[in-house]
């Protein structure tokens, strides 16, 4: 290497002797590889499809068990959605005098949370029109009491919109979506 008061950078001078990188090693061959794969696991590629056959054997065994989990899952969903619109539509309906309205929001409030935090994450049920339909109706009287308070009555329009929502996550529901 130069001297360190020479004008040329040291990342420009010449590699010392250390710093030179040595050659790879030759790739070895496919055939090569697979044997020391299968000798070091102590199977072949006939073991390994074989288990692969059995794999499959028990995914299909199993497939209607994971469609019935996932129609369990659908009916839930369903039950627990038609049981959210059931408070949203007896919440917003109360009277602005009604001493029992705090009570109603802070539960359908609640609900709403717990429905919204649980299927949210579920990927299938995102796409689905009642989801969306659902969500935002969810958002739109959230927003309002969180806005103007629990016992500030939803203005007519935006009760209107909310109720129609809620008719078109019931079509939803009805028709699978």
């Known amino acids: 290497m130069r001297a360190a008061s020479s004008p040329v950078p040291a990342m420009l001078a010449a590699p010392s002797a250390a710093a030179v990188a040595k050659p790879l ?3 070895r061959s496919s055939t090569a590889l697979h044997a020391t794969a299968a000798s070091a696991t102590g199977s072949s590629r006939r073991d390994v499809l074989a288990g692969t056959g059995l ?3 028990l995914l299909l065994a199993l497939s209607p068990c994971v469609g019935a989990a996932r129609a ?6 369903v039950s627990e959605t ?6 949203v539509r007896s919440t917003i309906s109360m009277e602005k005098t009604d001493p029992k309205v705090a009570d109603a929001v802070t539960e359908l409030r609640e609900m709403s949370n717990s429905w919204v935090a649980k299927y949210r994450r579920e990927k299938g049920l995102l796409g689905r029109q009642s ?15 969180i806005s103007f308070g629990p016992t500030a009555p939803i203005p007519n329009k935006r ?13 939803s529901l009805q028709r699978g979506r």
């Open 25 to 27: 090693p030759a790739p």
């Open 55 to 57: 794999g499959a054997a």
């Open 72 to 77: 369990a899952a659908d009916e839930e969903y």
């Open 82 to 87: 038609k049981e959210v619109i059931g408070k």
């Open 131 to 145: 989801f969306r339909d659902m969500y935002s109706a969810l958002n739109a009287v959230s927003g309002h009491y």
């Open 159 to 171: 009760r209107v919109r909310i109720l129609e929502e809620m008719d078109s996550v019931e079509k």
